[in-house]
């Protein structure tokens, strides 16, 4: 299934309430302000960081919107490696091949 | 009612003078997502129109905001980077960032396209020191 998270991983749970559930199987695209938890802060190590790069190697995909991430500066190298970007026509590619969606919010 | 007339001229007198007064706008929020981030800069800016002593804080989500190049067509919104470089075109050169926002969020000042970074100490001295305050 599709995951959609819309709210910054900075000041709010929406994007580590997701990622406490989602499964292998699962496809989890960040969209709007959802878009600052692809950031790459190595550094730092924050909790919502560890968990993608450890579901993304157990088969969990993670995707990013690339006019959410070009509206607010975020150039692709800064993004974490396991994620994708994808375009409004993969969002609905996603959420076409997807068997349900779960929006956080 | 019953005030002295000296009084009322002299609140008159000092809301006349926009040069006067000094304030402070807090920038808190995420530059997209919501209306906040722009209707803040809006405010600072018509604020610096007035002839008042502006000055603004990013911090918390708000340095985001601070992020460029931002290609906000791609979202369909008024660019918020080139808004706020418009603010020391309104006397509005007092523009600070707090320090531990911009750590949280692995960001430096080669990240940030405006204002001058100020410490946790400093943040607390600039509240505390500013009588007037409008949080966006």
């Known amino acids: 299934m599709l995951h959609t998270v819309n709210k910054s991983a900075f000041d709010n749970s929406a994007l580590g309430d997701c990622l406490a559930v989602v499964s292998p199987n699962d496809a989890v695209l960040l969209i709007e302000n959802g878009v600052y938890g692809a950031l790459d802060n190595s550094p730092s190590e924050l909790a919502h960081i560890k968990n993608i790069k450890q579901l993304s190697a157990s088969g969990t995909r993670f995707y990013v919107l690339q006019a959410d991430c070009e509206a607010r500066g975020l150039a692709e190298s800064a993004l974490l490696p396991a994620v994708t970007v994808v375009d409004d026509a993969g969002f609905v590619a996603l959420a076409a091949e997807a068997s349900a969606i779960q929006s956080w919010y | ?136």
């Open chain 2, 1 to 136: 009612m019953d005030k002295p007339s000296t009084n009322e001229s002299t609140e008159n007198e000092s809301t006349d003078k926009p040069e006067d007064k000094d304030i402070l706008l807090v920038f808190r929020h995420a530059p997209y997502g919501n209306a906040l981030a722009r209707e803040g800069l809006e405010a600072a800016l018509a604020c610096g129109a007035m002839g008042a002593k502006t000055s603004v804080l990013y911090i918390n989500e708000g340095v985001w905001q601070l992020l460029e190049p931002q290609n906000s067509s791609a979202i369909d919104c008024k660019n918020q980077a080139a808004m706020a470089s418009a603010l020391p075109l309104y006397d509005v050169d007092a523009i600070w960032v707090d320090e531990d926002s911009l750590k949280q969020r692995n960001l430096t000042g080669a990240d940030i396209n405006a204002g001058k970074i100020i410490n946790h100490t400093h943040v607390q001295t600039l509240l505390a020191s500013s009588k007037r305050i409008l949080s966006f």
